[in-house]
């Protein structure tokens, strides 16, 4: 998509749709008035009868004459003071959807002015256009037949900016939202893709692409070495696959030479049939997704090298196939992790703790400030918080409520769960040094519980984005498939931690 910041009034633009945000409270305000006097009868008539108040979410296209632009798409922004930054991108997706389902993919903006007011232009301006561009994401390219009946994908965007003193931050915002979603396409396109396209080789090839990046780094860590290492937990998932595991390792160093890295561990199960403790058959097609916490991770390094944040981070990746057959692990076998902890297998579906265990492990030789892993790892984090908000615990405190807070920025919500000691006490094994699943009852917080083990002395938290990496049915901001979860998060978090340091 072309994207660029022009400068004046947005009804002076060329651009074939012009994309206006509207409040249902600022009717008497001089820009709605003077909206008003634009566009006359058609926008006096729409509000008469109740066609349109500006309500948030509501729209209303028209033709207006004196204009160069064919469309006028005026969308509801609600009561300004219900304004926020995740309401003004919302808004900006739902104008965008409906002016490429009528196959207008060129327009030109400037709601990121009218935004909530305590916020930076360039913050409003990231929301506007992430936006538009989230909103503009399709995944087609297995559709061979009536492709010139989809709609088209987003061409332009031109940021209209009538006041001078803001060009620069709306440059700056726009710039850093096009860096975010650039990292959100590719983390979407990576859990779209199809299991039989996708194997833990493939991932390993699309971490490695990303080093045209100039401060990135990538090696491959294979099975031989994994098992020379000791990588126990991480091998006893991959058995049952003819396709052999690998450990990613990716490194970006934007900040000081002597500054520890942020660590970023993402779940890589490319797909999960659940092993010997095989999933029922409906939905099963969707397990293509048990990968999509690694797909954060590489979409948050794309994203953060894209806009050079001044940060160090490391990224580990295990990346594994869960398979039934002949060789796959029994419940009832017992893993020698990579810490030396035993582990007894009680089902053979709870193999993202396995390979997560394994990888906090192996990151702690980085001695990174601070450990986030993310990883589509229980149903009952569905069950708890649906698909709004994915949940997070960790052992330290501020890391969790600067993540919150991150949330909060994003759109991208999370939710503290409780990790109290006494959750521990579900994985005692009699046989092993613990087990992997801890029962039914709080699935969420026993299945950190055991992370917790393997990040000892660590800062560290663990976000289980199971209800919110994959899309049913399709959101202003993402179509049906991969949401990227998690880029967007973890980019405000790093940006506030470049403030921070």
């Not at 900006?92 to 002016?99: D, Y």
Request: proline fraction near 4%.
């Amino acid at each position: 998509m072309d994207l660029s910041v022009e400068k004046g009034s947005i009804f002076n633009s060329d651009m074939p749709a012009l994309v206006v945000g509207v409040f249902e409270d600022r009717w008497d305000d001089a820009g709605q008035q003077d909206l008003l006097a634009r566009v006359g009868r058609p926008l006096e008539s729409a509000r008469t009868s109740g066609e349109f108040a500006g309500e948030f979410r509501q729209t209303l296209q028209l033709r207006p004459d004196g204009l160069k632009a064919l469309h006028l798409f005026l969308i509801g922004l609600g009561k300004s003071s219900d304004c926020t930054l995740d309401r003004l991108r919302e808004a900006a997706a739902v104008a965008t959807r409906e002016l490429l389902g009528r196959r207008v993919s060129r327009l030109a903006t400037d709601m990121f002015i009218l935004g909530p007011q305590n916020e930076p232009v360039a913050r409003r301006t990231q929301a506007v256009v992430e936006g538009v561009m989230l909103a503009g994401y399709r995944f087609d390219r297995y559709r061979t037949e009536k492709r010139d009946k989809l709609p088209p994908g987003l061409a332009r965007l031109a940021c209209q900016v009538e006041n001078s003193a803001d060009h620069q931050a709306v440059e700056q915002g726009a710039q850093l939202a096009q860096a975010v979603c650039r990292g959100v396409f590719l983390a979407r396109d990576l859990v779209n893709e199809p299991g039989n396209v996708k194997s833990p080789l493939y991932l390993a090839e699309r971490a490695a692409a990303l080093t045209h990046h100039s401060r990135l780094t990538c090696e491959v860590i294979g099975e031989e070495e994994l098992s020379r290492q000791g990588f126990g937990a991480l091998l006893g998932v991959a058995r049952g696959s003819s396709r052999e595991p690998c450990l990613i390792v990716l490194e970006y160093r934007g900040g000081a030479e002597d500054e520890k890295p942020v660590a970023l561990i993402g779940k890589g199960v490319m797909f999960d049939a659940g092993g010997i403790s095989l999933k029922p058959a409906e939905k099963m097609d969707e397990m293509k997704m048990d990968m999509a916490g690694a797909a954060a991770v590489l979409g948050t390094f794309e994203a953060a090298a894209s806009a050079q944040l001044p940060v160090n981070l490391v990224g580990v990746i295990p990346a594994v196939e869960n398979m039934p057959s002949g060789t796959a692990m029994r419940p009832g076998d017992v893993l020698t992790s990579l810490s030396g902890r035993t582990i007894e297998v009680v089902n053979t579906d709870a193999e993202g703790r396995l390979i997560l265990a394994d990888a906090l492990t192996y990151c702690a030789r980085y001695q990174p400030r601070t450990m986030i892993d993310l990883a589509t790892l229980t149903g009952a984090c569905v069950i708890a918080l649906g698909h709004h908000a994915a949940a997070v615990l960790g052992s330290d405190a501020p890391l969790v409520q600067r993540l919150q807070a991150a949330g909060q920025a994003s759109g991208e919500k999370v939710w503290e769960m409780p990790l109290w000691e006494e959750y521990a006490a579900q994985l005692k094994s009699e046989i092993a040094d613990l087990k992997n699943i801890g029962g039914r009852p709080a699935g969420t917080i026993t299945a950190a519980a055991f992370l917790q083990k393997f990040a000892e002395g660590q800062s560290w938290a663990h976000v289980d984005i199971a209800g919110t990496a994959w899309e049913d049915s399709g959101s202003p901001l993402a179509s049906k498939g991969a949401t990227g979860f998690g880029v967007r998060l973890l980019m405000a978090y790093l940006r506030g931690e470049c403030e921070l340091h």
